[in-house]
């Protein structure tokens, strides 16, 4: 499993480029999560690639000869931080879900209750999430939404990007 | 300084021509007509009109092949634009660098499935470096500087700018400012290489025992041919071009193997699988050149030296990838090589394996000059004759298939920027187009267009264009009445059924139809009547010449590797092989 953040430049289209990039050379992406940064011209992206075999080299090369992408760094191969949120909407039965709940190392929270359903959010490690829906496999899924891993690397040295290249003529 | 106020249509033709652009390719329509009223009312650009969209990206292409510098295009939004996409792809696939440029509907129409509305920023995604849609007037000069820089820099590549007609509003005028720096973020590019790296390469070089170079297109964009040249001398060992490479080293001199590759030289092919040491400049291990990449130099250590670093390791992996400049690398190598006083006569003994592997199975250069029974012409000696009579010196374009193999085997290139094929994507229907933008480019030179019946029909409506411009190219014509390299694969891997390949009773006339464009027509079916036809051909200075030659309609391109086998598993006529 390889979490990859990116910054790209926040123009038309550039996200469709990240995006073709992968069908055009046969990538799968996992999960992908994009969102605007603290200086707008800019989003950033953590894409979850999970595929063995996949030359994870060519995929970073690949991205970065991407014009408008700024920045990528694997995350996986640093000391870095994910965690994925998940929004579950569940049919009410017998099954306890708070009993559930306090079993599983995942932040939690019940986010609203009637007699036919149950939506609660759960917050932390993919696998774990995964591990969750496994154990509900048997309950009845009104609604399943999660948000792709997010990522960010330990330690205060951030993604950033170089400065603008300024490319000077005569 | 006086403010100079222009329209958007206007400050894109002026940022063209302040990024020195000469000549563009094009055909007007709808959403470009502002652009093309502010063409009209300039002299700095001038605008070539093409008889089809897809012909304007192939001059542009050939255009900026034999000059090195970025060739331009203008299409019309929808049709006009789609049209253009297998060019962009084309000059894609071979880095080439074009800038070209899209009209589109409206901005307040995008969307609406508007009058000749595609989506060109989403159709031409994958097959451009980069592209633009344009959303504020103002912003041209800017963008068309941006689209130049990316073009041409680094790997080059073609960059497509999608204009809104609103924009291009001879009404709406704005300060033109043509920028004279550019901003670009984190737009990486690589120049020169490690110096430690380049003593690696030395070491790795010199130590070696049978080293071959081979050499590729990234080698000519980075005009690289003296390095390679000098390298090759300072070597002392065997050099091959790709087909994309053709002309960076000298055919005509003695290290030089030949192509290498699917239809490469028995000795290159031979070498390449030999080696010890495979140094690549500017060329991709792409699956015409390695065959099958599990089987391919087992025996041999890997330089790669490419201004593109997905390009390193993608297919092949290597021992030592230098990302850079081929010229700067080379020349960097070069004097080290220099510094170490390298005795080059260490690989003489594999230059001369190498030279008894050409005695062996080489290409027959000779087969136009030997006695021949029947009358029948073939392809090879078509090639043969042609360089006889342009003395070698001639930009020669060329469509895909049997013919263009032919020539890529035996018309020898001695200089970089002459032999202008499609090689990457393999589209019919570029030589003749292609051969337009070499003839605007150099006027005085001796332009051919190697082409075969089925290729040329699919830009043939360029003959009005050549005639409008008066461009004497000369089209040489293998024809075999059917779709050659087809039938050769039919022939070899289908049991001999001809799928769709022929069309014998259909074709047109040729010698007709070139003189119904008001060119010169010309037909040879006869070997003996074959250099006097051609010298006829080429001495009509001023006219187009469409030399229509009958060719054996059973002749293949040899050698072939065998398909899933190393390279050196090659066929080398319809009899012989080097495997069992």
């Known amino acids: ?170 | 300084m006086t403010k100079e106020m222009t329209s958007g249509g206007e400050a894109l033709i002026k940022a063209l021509a302040d990024e020195n652009v000469e000549i563009m390719f094009g055909y007007p329509g709808g959403a470009a007509l502002h652009i093309y009223d502010a063409i009209y009312q300039q002299n700095r650009v001038q605008h070539i009109l093409v008889r089809h969209e897809q012909a304007a990206t192939h001059a542009a292409d050939g255009y900026a092949r034999a000059t090195g510098r970025p060739g331009v295009c203008l299409v019309t939004s929808g049709p006009g634009a789609t049209n253009a996409i297998t060019g962009i792809a084309t000059a894609y696939m071979d880095s080439i660098p074009l800038v070209v440029i899209s009209g589109q509907v409206a901005n307040h129409l995008i969307g609406t499935d508007a009058f000749q509305e595609t989506d060109m920023m989403g159709i031409s995604r994958p097959i451009v470096k980069h592209s633009f849609l344009v959303q504020k007037a103002e912003d041209i000069p800017v963008i068309v500087k941006k689209a130049f820089h990316i073009a041409t820099t680094g790997r080059p590549g073609p960059v497509v700018i999608d204009v809104p007609k609103n924009l291009t509003d001879p009404n709406e005028k704005f300060e033109y400012k043509f920028p004279s720096d550019l901003y670009l973020r984190s737009f990486a590019l690589y120049d020169k290489a490690d110096t430690s790296d380049i003593e690696k390469a030395a070491k790795l070089l010199t130590e070696a025992e049978r080293p071959v170079i081979y050499a590729g297109g990234g080698a000519i964009n980075a005009n690289a041919a003296a390095e390679v040249f000098k390298l090759g001398k300072l070597m002392g060992c065997p050099v091959t071009n790709t087909l994309m490479g053709l002309g960076v080293y000298p055919a005509s001199d003695e290290q030089f193997i030949g192509m290498l590759g699917m239809h490469g030289t028995y000795e290159a092919n031979m070498v390449m699988h030999e080696a010890d040491l495979i140094m690549a400049v500017g060329a991709r291990f792409d699956d015409r050149i390695t065959n099958n990449p599990n089987k391919f130099g087992l025996q041999a250590k890997k330089i790669h030296i490419d201004s593109d670093p997905s390009s390193i390791d993608k297919i092949i992996d290597v021992d030592l990838a230098m990302t850079g400049n081929a010229k700067e690398v080379i020349a960097q190598i070069n004097n080290q090589l220099e510094k170490m006083n390298f005795d080059s006569s260490k690989f003489q003994p594999w230059m001369q394996k190498a030279l008894k592997w050409r005695k062996e199975h080489g290409l027959n250069h000779d087969m136009l000059n030997q006695e021949s029974k029947s009358d029948i012409i073939l392809p090879q000696q078509v090639i043969q004759s042609a360089y006889k009579a342009t003395g070698g010196k001639a930009y020669v374009t060329s469509d895909v298939g049997q013919h263009q193999m032919f020539a890529a085997q035996y018309y020898h290139f001695n200089e970089p920027r002459k032999w202008i094929n499609s090689g990457g994507l393999g589209t019919m229907g570029f030589g003749l187009p292609a051969a337009m933008g070499v003839k605007f480019a150099f006027p005085d030179e001796t332009v051919a267009c190697i082409t075969g019946e089925g290729s040329i029909q699919m830009c043939i409506q360029e003959l009005s264009t050549c005639g409008q411009y008066g461009l004497p190219i000369k089209i040489i014509n293998l024809n075999n009445r059917a779709l050659g390299m087809v039938k050769q694969w039919q022939d070899m891997q289908y049991g001999g059924r001809y799928s769709s390949i022929s069309y014998e009773d259909s074709l047109p006339d040729f010698i007709k139809l070139a003189e119904s464009y008001g060119h010169v027509g010309m037909k040879v079916e006869k070997l003996s009547e074959l250099n006097d036809a051609m010298e006829e051909c080429f001495s009509l200075k001023d006219k187009l010449v469409f030399l229509d030659v009958y060719v054996d309609p059973d002749e293949h391109v040899y050698p072939m590797l065998k398909a899933g086998g190393d390279m050196s598993e090659m066929y080398l006529s319809k009899t012989i092989k080097t495997f069992e």
């Open chain 1, 1 to 170: 499993m390889n979490h990859i953040a990116l910054l790209l430049e926040n123009q038309p289209g550039a996200l469709s480029r990240v995006i073709g990039l992968f069908s055009q050379r046969g990538y799968n992406i996992d999960s992908l999560s994009v969102a605007p940064t603290q200086d707008e011209t800019l989003s950033r992206l953590t894409m979850t690639i999970g595929e063995e075999g996949a030359d994870i080299n060519q995929i970073l090369k690949q991205l970065y000869k991407l014009v408008d992408v700024v920045m990528v760094q694997n995350l996986s191969e640093v000391d870095s931080l994910a965690m994925e949120l998940a929004l579950i909407k569940l049919k009410k039965s017998k099954f306890d879900v708070q009993k559930i709940l306090q079993d599983i190392s995942l932040e939690n929270e019940i986010l609203d209750e009637k007699e036919d359903f149950t939506i609660f959010k759960v917050l932390g490690d993919t696998k774990v999430i995964e591990e969750l829906l496994a154990i509900l496999k048997k309950e009845e899924f009104l609604e399943v939404t999660r948000s792709g891993t997010l990522g960010v690397t330990r330690g205060s040295e951030s993604l950033a990007t170089n400065d603008q290249t300024k490319i000077s003529y005569d």
